[in-house]
């Protein structure tokens, strides 16, 4: 499942030996020189789907996860902090990030992250704690538990990080400036009051930003902000516009990860 590529004929180095074959094919897919930037993978919901879920590919099975932590272990992968991803050069750094706080993250994804020694971080919807995820159910999709607030002190004792995700996950550039400042600012304050950390991350529900959002985000205090938009971070970037790639999975293969970021990234 490894392989070295050779320089392209534009002269970008190789990437290095042992990453795993799909980091190792990154280039071809339109993303060159994955030891000049750090990686964030962006997961939702883990372990198996119960019935009648729509989104099928924002599970993932436990078994898989376990296995790609293996996977970015064995090739020499260390955890990077969210503001790493646009500050820290270093090779073969990832951030694991996980949206919207389900219980099943708590559930399967502990114990692979204990063994495998990476840290991840929740981007949380503040007023549904402990609830359910209405923004999807709104659409069809089956109701899944959110993390309440003991759940989240377990996620954060075991060394991991929460981030804000507004307060309800609206589509922040489809309502007005001053709807969208509250989401992001009370999203800040409610999980700053309710865990006495500072809360320093945000993630654009949906992907979706603007520059006027993106300036409130940054308004609001945050240090950083995910979108969904594929591709590795370098430093020098804009930190309100981290990129992440969707580790979501046909089957449970790197080859099909690869077939996916074809689409996604050629």
Known sequence: ?????????DGHAPLAPGTPGVFTRLESFGVRGLDGGSLS???????PRPRGVRLKGLYVPARLFRQQL?????AGYRSVSMHGLASDGEARRVALTFDDGFVNVLTHGLEPLRESG???????VSD?????NLWEQQQGEASEPLMDASQIRDWMAAGHGIGAHTRTHPW????????????ILGSKARLEDLFGVPILHFCYPYGDWNPAVRDLVEEAGFV???TTEPGLNRPGGDP??????TARYASRNWANFGRLLRRWLG
């Not at 309100?240 to 790639?245: A, E, T």
């Open 1 to 9: 499942m490894t392989s070295t590529v050779p320089i392209p004929a």
């Open 41 to 47: 993978l962006m997961y939702h919901k883990l372990g």
């Open 70 to 74: 293996r996977d970015l272990q064995r």
């Open 118 to 124: 990476f840290h991840a971080i929740q981007f949380l």
């Open 128 to 132: 549904l704690l402990g609830k359910t």
């Open 172 to 183: 922040l550039t489809r309502i007005p400036l001053a709807e969208a400042r509250e989401e």
């Open 224 to 226: 950083t902000a995910c």
């Open 240 to 245: 309100f516009r981290l990129r992440r790639l």
